[in-house]
């Protein structure tokens, strides 16, 4: 075999493996032709939260965390940024290129011709308790819809597919609305397609008697924005969940609902929640250094610090702080920004974050504006929900062009009790 290869060998039995190296990654089914013996069931790797396993082959979002590189189908995120907006990069991520003029125009007429949602799932979102979190409303909704387009159960069509693709995208907004409607009790506001995506998320969010909404220019760009750069992140927790579930064949909203429900924990999406929860609980400047001698004691974590892969800085972030700054001069500066300003100061310097490479993520400064746009913690993380949910839909896509897709089945190592006979109760000893 060629250089790019790796040899084993076995010292239980001296025997010698080639195994052939493939974009920088062995198979680990090829492990399996290493065995003690006949009888033996061949070699596994153990990878408990898959640290160092690659689940796809995707040609969606390229990711180096230590240069803090993040690009969608090669565009780099800052470009992106710059110049996009959330339905034409979500067109590139369905696709995998950009639009043209006359194809984004077509992409907006049919997403925005799938916002209003079928009365059921208006209903069901309406008998949740007022005060129930928007994400579970979210999760509950998603799931939902699947009831209502049983057509999304033929996974094997390629044009059922990008239907579904295209009512996700359109209502995850509208439920997106009207699980923050439903938290305040304010009557339902219903899409209105003279608007834009996020024009009419935002008018769905906010119009009260108003007869015509027109959105404020800086935090409709500035949520086109935050919605482009929570659109991918490739095999995070919520991604892989959405691989997971579909693998099975089951329909994209069960498993959108699925990945939305791994996205709601505290340390995936729904930090930026937790962070600003964190902020409140500090309450003032001068309590920060107190906070973060906890964290170092391990008493508490810096929500919004750290993450799997980002390294060295989550270029997400950056974008994001530097925004942060064109929202406050519209909404006024986040009564928590010196806080967050001094956690931040601190972290970025003291030793125990520094060795630890824990650096400020996408969720530590999201908060922040979600909070100067009077939005209630409880809705962030639907706010990220919303635009990963193309991310989700596109890595569904991919996958399921595959040819040779396989339902997902990790292995375990067994650590329980060997074979033993079923004991009558009384014969049970306490
Ligand atoms: N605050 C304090 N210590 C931390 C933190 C933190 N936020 N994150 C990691 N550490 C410490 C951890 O205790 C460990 O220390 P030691 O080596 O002494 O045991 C070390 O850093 C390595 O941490 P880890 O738990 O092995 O890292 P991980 O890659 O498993 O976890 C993470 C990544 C994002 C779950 C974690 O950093 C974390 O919980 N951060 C806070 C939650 C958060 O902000 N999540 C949002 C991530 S970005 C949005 C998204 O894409 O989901």
Known sequence: MGSDSLTIVDNRTGQKYEIPIVDGTIRAIDLRAIKKDKEDFGLLTYDPALLNTATARSAITFLDGEKGILRYRGYPIEQLAAHSTFMETAYLLIFGQLPTATQLEKWEWDISHHTLLHTNAQKLIESFRHSAHPMSVFIGAISALGSLYPDARDTACVECRLLQAQR?????????????????????????????????????????????????????????????????????????????????????????????????????????????????????????????????????????????????????????KKMAHEVFEVTGASPLQDIALELERIALHDDYFVSRKLYPNVDFYSGLIYQAMNLPTNIFTVMFAIPRSVGWIAQWMEMMREDDLKIVRPRQIYVGEGARDYVPIESRKA
């Not at 009260?208 to 959105?215: A, I, N, R």
């Not at 974590?301 to 993450?307: D, I, R, S, V």
Request: aromatic residues 10%; hydrophobic residues 40%.
């Open 168 to 320: 996700i995208i359109a209502k995850v907004a509208t439920i997106g609305a009207f699980t923050y409607r439903l938290n305040q009790g304010w009557p339902m506001n219903y899409p209105d397609d003279e608007l834009g995506y996020v024009g009419n998320y935002l008018r769905m969010m906010f119009r009260m008697t108003e007869h015509k909404y027109v959105p404020n220019p800086v935090l409709e760009r500035a949520i086109n924005v935050l919605f482009i750069l929570h659109a991918d992140h490739e095999q995070n927790c919520s991604t892989s969940t959405m691989r997971v579930i579909g693998s099975s064949q089951a329909d994209p909203y069960s498993a959108l609902a699925g990945a939305a429900a791994a996205l709601y924990g505290p340390l995936h999406g729904g930090a930026n929640e937790a962070v600003l929860l964190m902020l409140e609980q500090i309450g003032s400047v001068r309590n920060v250094p107190g906070f973060i001698d906890k964290v170092k004691k391990g008493e508490a974590k810096l929500m919004g610090f750290g993450h799997r892969v980002y390294k060295n800085f989550d270029p997400r972030g950056q974008i994001i």
